[in-house]
């Protein structure tokens, strides 16, 4: 079982007396905890962002009010869990929801069950037990944001009951309960993706939406139990807290350099990176992310000085000198990149695309995009085809064509800010490749915003996710590589493709 830093104590109270990295080293060992616990309480909602800021602020501005140091972790949970059903209570008691929020709402499927499938590279019954979490009522999902933890391995049923405030024994017994649901929601998952799917059970969901609900999970179970097709989906069930143990937490992704995955085969998308669906923060709201590649400090300094804006922040990097042009066609016009203070990188597949821009008819500036020079994008393959050397794989080579496509989506994404595989009128790389000349089979594409550096971004592609798949993947063996500066920072992305 898990248990905290036995630094953690004497990093209270360094914080407690002002020390700034006290406090961001507690950020950088305690975010990710937060995140999980309020993500999957929240199910992906909109809100998630503000509200784990909002805890890690309390806990941070409060920890004179923590009598025990060595409780801060249990401590700063119940903070979590408060700031939850806080909330909860916020939206049950506003007789509407303003437009801006009803449009921010992720997909009611569920938005950090996907992040979280993708992120771990869930498969088999632990993918079932993911999806199986949309099927559960409110508070049941609240409680297993917190046993989630407990069965991998990062709280204790005590911390577990303090969270909740009640006693172990009433825990236990809600614990019990909420896994039983989740079994059932296991069930459910597996009937309705079962092919091809059970006659009766197709006739009894003909008017559903496909949106989980209690009043669904009830039919499609009480269907299961007395159907002889159904029946078995309860047979070989593990529990959950044994496919659950050791798993990893899920890196948050809010604004900080983004990065996403996305692979096909011959002309359709295979597998897609799971962009958060939050969108874009609204103006001076402060974004925050957890580069997992490259350890917690960055986004701790980061978000200390959202919290803290008194605080002195730390020079941009000067560059070493003016990015050279690329060496394909003329660079065609485009805005010229806003001045901006870029957070240093973080891992993940992906990142909260920003809203297309209202418009896309205004002037654009005369000042040309810059690309990265020839240089970066060999960098950033030498790189590449080390890790696939130390993988077993050939090297992949540098294709003006694929080249084009990459440079050619960067452009357009610096230009008409989104950050995304699909262009606003729906067109993914395996188009961008034709166009260029390139006809795929197998392809792949990777994207990054923020970092400069090559070294960092093949880093963070690194993640044991979809990212690192692709650039791994030895039936690839044609690349290329575009960086173009933007507003958040620079525009990397990296086409991957083998011909047809």
């Given at each position: 079982m898990h248990r905290d830093s036995e630094h953690t104590p004497e990093l209270v109270t360094a914080a407690r007396a002002g020390d700034g990295r006290a406090r961001e080293r507690l950020v950088e060992d305690y975010l990710p905890l937060v995140y999980n616990v309020v993500g999957r309480a929240l199910d992906g909602h909109a809100d998630v962002d503000d509200v784990v800021q909002d805890t890690m602020f309390r806990a941070l501005d409060g920890l004179g009010g923590l009598r025990e140091p060595s409780r801060f972790r249990s401590w700063l949970v119940a903070i979590a869990m408060n700031q939850i059903r806080r909330r909860w209570n916020d939206r049950q008691q506003a007789p509407t929801a303003p437009l801006e929020r009803v449009v921010e709402r992720p997909d009611p499927a569920g938005d950090f069950v996907d992040l979280t499938i993708l992120r771990l590279g869930l498969s088999g019954q632990r993918r079932e037990v993911a999806e199986a979490t949309r099927w559960l009522d409110e508070d049941d999902r609240a409680l297993l944001s917190l046993w989630w933890q407990e069965a991998s391995g990062r709280l204790t049923r005590a911390e577990l009951a303090d969270a909740l405030g009640v006693p172990a024994r009433h825990a236990a017994v809600r614990v019990q309960r909420m896994k039983a649901q989740l079994e059932t929601g296991r069930v459910v998952v597996r009937a309705l993706s079962a092919t091809p799917r059970c006659g009766a059970l197709a006739r009894l969901t003909e008017d559903w939406d496909g949106r989980p609900a209690p009043v669904w999970r009830k039919r499609v179970a009480r269907h299961a139990r007395g159907c002889r097709?159904?029946?078995?989906?309860?047979?070989?069930?593990?529990?959950?807290?044994?496919?659950l143990a050791g798993l990893a937490l899920v890196v948050p992704l809010a604004g900080f350099p983004q990065v996403a995955g996305v692979a096909g085969t011959g002309g359709g998308m295979a597998v897609a990176a799971a962009a958060d669906a939050a969108g874009p923060a609204p103006e001076g709201a402060a974004r925050w992310r957890v580069p997992a590649a490259v350890g917690g400090a960055v986004v701790a300094g980061a978000?200390?000085?959202?919290?803290?804006?008194?605080?002195?922040?730390?020079?941009?990097?000067?560059?070493?000198?003016?990015?050279?042009r690329g060496h394909a066609a003329p660079v065609p016009p485009s805005a010229p990149p806003a001045p901006s203070r870029t957070p240093s990188p973080s891992p993940s597949p992906t990142a909260p695309p920003p809203s297309p821009s209202p418009s896309v008819s205004a002037a654009?500036?005369?000042?040309?995009?810059?690309?990265?020079?020839?240089?970066?994008?060999?960098?950033?393959?030498?790189?590449?085809?080390?890790?696939?050397?130390?993988?077993?794989?050939?090297?992949?080579?540098?294709?003006?064509?694929?080249?084009?496509?990459?440079?050619?989506?960067?452009?357009?994404?610096?230009?008409?800010?989104?950050?995304?595989?699909?262009?606003?009128?729906?067109?993914?790389?395996?188009?961008?490749?034709?166009?260029?000349?390139?006809?795929?089979?197998?392809?792949?594409e990777n994207l990054h915003r923020g970092p400069r550096d090559p070294a960092v971004v093949v880093g963070d592609w690194m993640d044991g996710s979809i990212h690192q798949e692709n650039m791994l993947g030895c039936h690839y063996r044609d690349t290329g590589v575009a960086a173009v500066p933007g507003p958040e920072g620079t525009v990397w992305v990296q086409t991957l493709a083998g011909p047809a």
């Amino acid at each position: 079982m898990h248990r905290d830093s036995e630094h953690t104590p004497e990093l209270v109270t360094a914080a407690r007396a002002g020390d700034g990295r006290a406090r961001e080293r507690l950020v950088e060992d305690y975010l990710p905890l937060v995140y999980n616990v309020v993500g999957r309480a929240l199910d992906g909602h909109a809100d998630v962002d503000d509200v784990v800021q909002d805890t890690m602020f309390r806990a941070l501005d409060g920890l004179g009010g923590l009598r025990e140091p060595s409780r801060f972790r249990s401590w700063l949970v119940a903070i979590a869990m408060n700031q939850i059903r806080r909330r909860w209570n916020d939206r049950q008691q506003a007789p509407t929801a303003p437009l801006e929020r009803v449009v921010e709402r992720p997909d009611p499927a569920g938005d950090f069950v996907d992040l979280t499938i993708l992120r771990l590279g869930l498969s088999g019954q632990r993918r079932e037990v993911a999806e199986a979490t949309r099927w559960l009522d409110e508070d049941d999902r609240a409680l297993l944001s917190l046993w989630w933890q407990e069965a991998s391995g990062r709280l204790t049923r005590a911390e577990l009951a303090d969270a909740l405030g009640v006693p172990a024994r009433h825990a236990a017994v809600r614990v019990q309960r909420m896994k039983a649901q989740l079994e059932t929601g296991r069930v459910v998952v597996r009937a309705l993706s079962a092919t091809p799917r059970c006659g009766a059970l197709a006739r009894l969901t003909e008017d559903w939406d496909g949106r989980p609900a209690p009043v669904w999970r009830k039919r499609v179970a009480r269907h299961a139990r007395g159907c002889r097709a159904c029946g078995g989906h309860w047979a070989d069930l593990i529990p959950a807290e044994g496919l659950l143990a050791g798993l990893a937490l899920v890196v948050p992704l809010a604004g900080f350099p983004q990065v996403a995955g996305v692979a096909g085969t011959g002309g359709g998308m295979a597998v897609a990176a799971a962009a958060d669906a939050a969108g874009p923060a609204p103006e001076g709201a402060a974004r925050w992310r957890v580069p997992a590649a490259v350890g917690g400090a960055v986004v701790a300094g980061a978000l200390l000085a959202a919290l803290w804006p008194a605080a002195p922040e730390a020079p941009a990097p000067v560059p070493d000198g003016p990015p050279a042009r690329g060496h394909a066609a003329p660079v065609p016009p485009s805005a010229p990149p806003a001045p901006s203070r870029t957070p240093s990188p973080s891992p993940s597949p992906t990142a909260p695309p920003p809203s297309p821009s209202p418009s896309v008819s205004a002037a654009p500036s005369p000042t040309a995009t810059r690309t990265a020079a020839p240089s970066t994008a060999q960098r950033l393959t030498e790189l590449v085809n080390a890790r696939r050397a130390e993988a077993g794989c050939a090297p992949l080579r540098l294709d003006a064509r694929l080249t084009a496509a990459a440079r050619a989506h960067a452009r357009d994404m610096a230009a008409r800010g989104y950050f995304a595989h699909t262009d606003p009128e729906g067109r993914n790389a395996d188009a961008r490749m034709a166009d260029a000349g390139y006809r795929a089979g197998a392809w792949a594409e990777n994207l990054h915003r923020g970092p400069r550096d090559p070294a960092v971004v093949v880093g963070d592609w690194m993640d044991g996710s979809i990212h690192q798949e692709n650039m791994l993947g030895c039936h690839y063996r044609d690349t290329g590589v575009a960086a173009v500066p933007g507003p958040e920072g620079t525009v990397w992305v990296q086409t991957l493709a083998g011909p047809a």
